[in-house]
């Protein structure tokens, strides 16, 4: 045990610490500006000099350790005239715009001069000038307030990993810039904003909007873009959400109001550009806010009770004119899990139809349940953070970065750290985080994970913990390095390296995305990853692009799953549902969501009911899902905005925004998350529509808030038995749940080694495919709707190798056109080295222009998931009109 005396004030500590973090632990505030929780201790603005007897000199309270018996004096005479000659330094070019800075009111510069003076200054010279910089679109540069901290430089090189800045020039004219100046180009995560003390960076968002003084509340949830689920602060005045920051609160801390404060959550006080720009489509003028029945063809306005009348009595006549199996839902990783479990409800146990499914079980929930089915309950609940901690990385089937950008931060850091990071598929953000990069040729993926378990498992022995999956390892057909080298186009040392690395990994972090199992052998690459964490003794990590996909799988928004994961072909639990609701419930599983677009153009879904979800812009051949949705007989429609299947259906709800209604999440680490109201919407909460509509079918869903709705998902399921609302807002709510077992224990029953080596394929090397790219900027369909998102990204591109490029003679910027059996679509070129040369890849993102106008698709027969493979297609150069032909792409 240390004993130090700061201030008079015995510390007792297990260990040393620095005299900055020992004085916290006393309740004593030491005054710094370069200093920063997310930072590693930098001593550069010397205000937290203090003075320790026995040592001649001031010592930097940031930097100077604890050592037993030191007493120290932090507000010493001679500390504080050293503090004034500090800010005096500071003030001589520092402009006294106070009054102009949107800064003022939370600026510590501006807090630390107020308490230490000094009160005039002894130079005369002038001050410097820099222009201010409105370069980049969502954030302003004023350098001329700049302090050289360094904080954002630390914040984007060492934690963002970015290094898109630097400290340029010297002496009086040094500033903070781009290396090679103008705009950042960066990843606009904004956390240098979090850590900038004074104005020298801002967000454009507020600019002269408000003042912190005039913030009405500040409101702590969660953010709604993506799976991780990050922690964050929305600052409100009026009806108006200004702001969203990172939640900096230590534990134990109260707000202006007296509200206790969660402290940074899972995300430690960083957030992506989604998460901290995106909110504006919340004030969107383009929110729906009004119901809308479809009448002689165009849109009318109605009352909240003529379109839930409406509704009931059209699904009444259809059920009754063609039967429960005639009527299909359509569930939303967007809405909360009360929305979506009142939705199941509504499908299963009003309607009597178990046609529900929802994106999640395209990849997410199909990935689950075949690991847990291997592996057993919860083996995907990890938590993020233990992705830096692990010994080894492997990322498969994404780009963590762009998918999950926090989570693709642990990777980051991981590297940062020396742990070896190996990466298979195309993942941008990772390009110089990664220890090895193997991107197979289209269609390859399954000889490379067949090598890589080849090498692995004759440099392991394996465990011998389930024997009846050891014996499928050992079946698993053995594809050699050269084998793979040929088929792979992948340099037979680079796959070496990768076979040695993994190895020697003892508990490594396997991150999975969904591009490995949307694949025409999707289902093998599953059991070929089993194979690998099994012998690696992984953690998994499946990456997840909607907030709330684990909750659409926890709340039984499957075909064939009931609520907490249960299977619908077990009887024993679809009879514990039926006992609870009094109703009886179909033991038909449901189709699948492409089943159901399909059964649609069949004629033999007539009625569809969707929620929160954009089928037609986010499924693959827009053409042939719109043609079976103009099909249906009656089409249901809730969300935020006007949506192109909005613009198809004969009743539209307007939702709430998740920043209008409180509910909960549940994350990729199956943590539970509370989602807080911070301002007041024109909408309805889904959950209260379609219990509106119940009602007037004759069943009542007696729900008074969402409380009401959690209570019971406690009680009917077992995964979220005894869990209290109180529970979740510690933030402690992650699996293991107190619940009973899920299923019967680990069974990998109807598991079998498939005639693998005649899966494995080639590609063609003269022709060109398309693949599907994860963008930055955007998420989903909503993203679109942000002025600020949009203003960053504002055009589709497609992304293409160097090699490709010099063969087409297009530059960055350029136009092409591609073309494909279901449509073209003219994109700017992106040129990068890393895309293999017979590859493109377009995001999906973009409303008519994304890479779903020409990607075909065709459903996996196990899984009744869309198979998203790379299409084949033909580019044109539009100024010449040049097509890519022959093996070397020749210019006609």
């Known amino acids: 045990m240390i004993t130090v005396t700061i201030d008079g004030k015995k510390i007792t500590l297990q260990k040393a610490i620095t005299i900055l973090k020992a004085a916290e632990k006393a309740g004593i505030k030491i005054p710094t500006l370069c200093h920063h929780d997310m930072l590693e201790p930098y001593g550069g603005?010397?205000?937290?000099?203090?003075?320790?007897?026995?040592?001649?000199?001031?010592?930097?309270?940031?930097?100077?350790?604890?050592?037993?018996?030191?007493?120290?004096?932090?507000?010493?005479?001679?500390?504080v005239e050293a503090r004034k000659g500090i800010l005096e330094f500071l003030l001589i070019n520092h402009p006294l715009d106070c009054?102009?800075?949107?800064?003022?009111?939370?600026?510590?510069?501006?807090?630390?001069?107020?308490?230490?003076?000094?009160?005039?200054?002894?130079?005369?010279?002038?001050?410097?000038?820099?222009?201010?910089?409105?370069?980049?679109?969502?954030i302003v540069r004023n350098m001329e307030r700049c302090i050289l901290c360094a904080r954002c430089v630390r914040m984007c090189d060492k934690v963002q990993g970015a290094s898109a800045i630097s400290i340029t020039n010297r002496s009086s004219k040094s500033f903070v810039e781009p290396f090679s100046g103008g705009r950042y180009n960066c990843e606009y995560c904004g956390n240098c904003l979090t850590v900038c003390p004074v104005g020298a960076i801002m967000s454009r968002l507020h600019k002269h909007t408000y003042r912190p003084w005039q913030i009405e509340k500040e409101v702590d949830t969660v953010c709604s873009f993506c799976g991780v689920g990050c922690s964050l602060t929305l600052q409100v005045r009026g009806n108006s959400i200004v702001r969203a920051i990172p939640v900096l609160h230590p534990k134990g801390s109260y707000d202006f109001l007296g509200t206790p404060r969660h402290d940074k959550g899972l995300n430690k006080g960083l957030l992506c550009n989604r998460g901290r720009f995106g909110y504006d489509y919340v004030g969107s003028k383009n929110r729906l806010d009004s119901p809308l029945i479809k009448k002689d063809g165009e849109f009318k306005r109605a009352t909240w009770d003529e379109a839930f009348s409406y509704i009931a009595s059209r699904l009444k006549e259809i059920k009754d004119t063609y039967g429960s199996n005639s009527i299909a839902g359509i569930a939303s990783g967007r809405c909360t899990n009360e929305d979506n479990y009142v939705f199941q409800k509504f499908m299963r146990v009003v309607l009597g139809t178990n046609n529900i499914d929802s994106v999640a079980g395209f990849a997410y929930a199909q990935a689950q349940k075949f690991f847990e089915n291997i592996f057993g309950q919860g083996v995907t609940a990890n938590p993020i953070h233990g992705i830096a901690n692990s010994d080894g990385i492997f990322v498969v089937g994404g780009d963590p970065t762009s998918v999950n950008p926090v989570l693709g931060l642990q990777i980051r850091a991981g590297y940062q750290k020396a742990v070896p990071v190996i990466t298979m598929g195309y993942a941008n953000g990772l390009k110089i985080f990664s220890s090895k990069k193997l991107i197979p040729h289209p269609f390859t993926e399954t000889a490379?994970?067949?090598?890589?378990?080849?090498?692995?498992?004759?440099?392991?022995?394996?465990?011998?913990?389930?024997?009846?999956?050891?014996?499928?390892?050992?079946?698993?057909?053995?594809?050699?390095?050269?084998?793979?080298?040929?088929?792979?186009?992948?340099?037979?040392?680079?796959?070496?390296?990768?076979i040695d690395t993994l190895s020697v990994m003892t508990n490594p972090a396997i991150i999975i995305g969904r591009d490995i199992i949307q694949k025409t052998h999707g289902h093998t690459n599953l059991l070929l990853l089993a194979a690998l964490i099994y012998l690696l003794n992984g953690r998994i990590y499946l990456l997840s692009e909607l907030p709330n996909e684990q909750g659409l799988v926890d709340m039984g928004c499957l075909p064939d799953m009931l609520l907490g994961g249960r299977p619908m072909a077990v009887d024993i639990f679809r009879k514990r549902y039926e006992e609870f609701f009094g109703v009886e419930v179909s033991s038909d599983l449901g189709y699948s969501l492409m089943e159901m677009i399909d059964a649609a153009h069949h004629n033999k879904i007539k009625a569809m009911y969707v929620i929160g979800d954009d089928a037609v812009s986010n499924l693959p051949n827009r053409r042939y899902v719109s043609d079976a949705l103009s099909k249906l007989d009656f089409l249901v429609v809730h969300d935020v905005f006007m949506t192109d299947i909005a613009y198809m259906a004969d009743v539209v709800i307007p939702s709430l925004s998740w920043a209008e209604k409180e509910g909960s999440y549940t994350n990729l680490e199956r943590r539970l998350q509370m989602t807080k109201k911070a301002v007041d919407g024109i909408g309805i909460e889904d959950w209260k529509a379609i219990a509106n509509v119940s009602r007037m079918l004759g069943f009542d869903m007696d729900y008074r808030g969402f409380e009401d709705i959690f209570s019971e998902i406690t009680r009917v399921s077992p995964l979220y038995k005894d869990i209290s609302l109180e529970d979740i807002n510690t933030g402690q709510c992650m699996w293991p749940y107190k619940g009973e077992p899920l299923r019967h224990g680990m069974s990998i029953e109807g598991i079998e080694i498939p005639d693998i080596k005649s899966m494995i394929e080639r590609s063609d090397r003269r022709k060109i495919y398309i693949g599907i790219d994860d963008p930055l900027f955007q998420a989903d369909s909503l993203s679109r709707n942000s002025d600020a998102l949009m203003s960053i990204a504002p055009e589709p591109y497609v992304r293409i190798s160097k090699t490709l490029s010099q063969e087409l003679l297009v530059a960055n910027g350029e136009d092409i056109t591609v073309?494909?059996?279901?449509?073209?679509?003219?994109?700017?070129?992106q040129i990068d080295s890393d895309v293999p040369r017979n590859v493109i890849l377009i995001p999906k993102n973009y409303n008519g222009t994304g890479v779903f106008e020409v990607m075909k698709w065709q459903m996996h027969l196990v899984t009744k998931s869309p198979i998203m493979d790379f299409t084949e297609c033909v580019i044109k150069k539009r100024q010449v009109e040049a097509e890519v032909l022959g093996e070397k792409g020749v210019l006609v």
């Open 448 to 498: 490379l994970l067949l090598s890589l378990i080849t090498g692995i498992r004759n440099e392991r022995p394996l465990c011998g913990l389930n024997s009846a999956f050891e014996k499928i390892i050992r079946d698993i057909p053995v594809v050699e390095i050269e084998e793979a080298q040929e088929i792979c186009g992948i340099a037979s040392k680079d796959i070496n390296y990768a």
């Open 99 to 138: 009054p102009y800075c949107d800064k003022a009111g939370e600026c510590d510069l501006q807090d630390l001069v107020v308490k230490y003076g000094p009160s005039t200054g002894r130079f005369v010279e002038g001050k410097r000038t820099h222009p201010e910089n409105y370069d980049d679109p969502i």
């Open 819 to 829: 073309q494909t059996d279901y449509g073209s679509v003219d994109l700017s070129v």
């Open 45 to 79: 603005c010397r205000l937290c000099l203090v003075e320790i007897e026995k040592m001649p000199r001031l010592q930097t309270a940031c930097t100077q350790y604890v050592a037993d018996g030191m007493v120290i004096w932090t507000e010493t005479e001679r500390v």
